[in-house]
Nanobody
Framework: QVQLVESGGGLVQAGGSLRLSCAAS????????MGWFRQAPGKEREFVAA????????AYADSVKGRFTISRDNAKNTVYLQMNSLKPEDTAVYYC???????????????????WGQGTQVTVSS
């Protein structure tokens, strides 16, 4: 079983930045693609960013492209989401996720992920 623990959320003004971290344990972290998703009140959980197991390939939702950066440090079993130029519409609970199977490519669908963290709240005020 894998455990994921997010941190780094909080309240920030529009235009500000936050860096989310997700610490993983319980599996060979470097073998699995990782992703970030978010869920706003009354909305479905949506894809934000994903990164391949080696960190060489990444993918982003159009809404965050150019503002958010996903990265990973396999030596620390940690994946990050650097969020810049934040907007009020970025307000949501952000979840870290690990792919269901190892050695795969990057995934944008939430159904490809089997392990989820508890989420961290990000609130952007206008």
């Amino acid at each position: 079983q894998v455990q994921l623990v997010e941190s780094g959320g909080g309240l920030v003004q529009a235009g500000g930045s936050l860096r989310l971290s997700c610490a993983a344990s319980g599996r060979t972290f470097s073998s699995y693609a990782m992703g970030w998703f978010r869920q706003a009140p009354g909305k479905e959980r949506e894809f934000v960013a994903a990164i391949r197991r080696s960190g060489g390939s990444t993918a982003y939702a159009d809404s965050v492209k150019g503002r958010f950066t996903i990265s990973r440090d396999n030596a620390k079993n940690t994946v990050y989401l650097q969020m810049n130029s934040l907007k009020p519409e970025d307000t949501a609970v952000y979840y870290c996720a690990a792919a269901a199977e190892p050695w795969g490519d990057i995934y944008t669908s939430k159904y490809k992920y089997a392990y989820w963290g508890q989420g961290t709240q990000v609130t952007v005020s206008s």
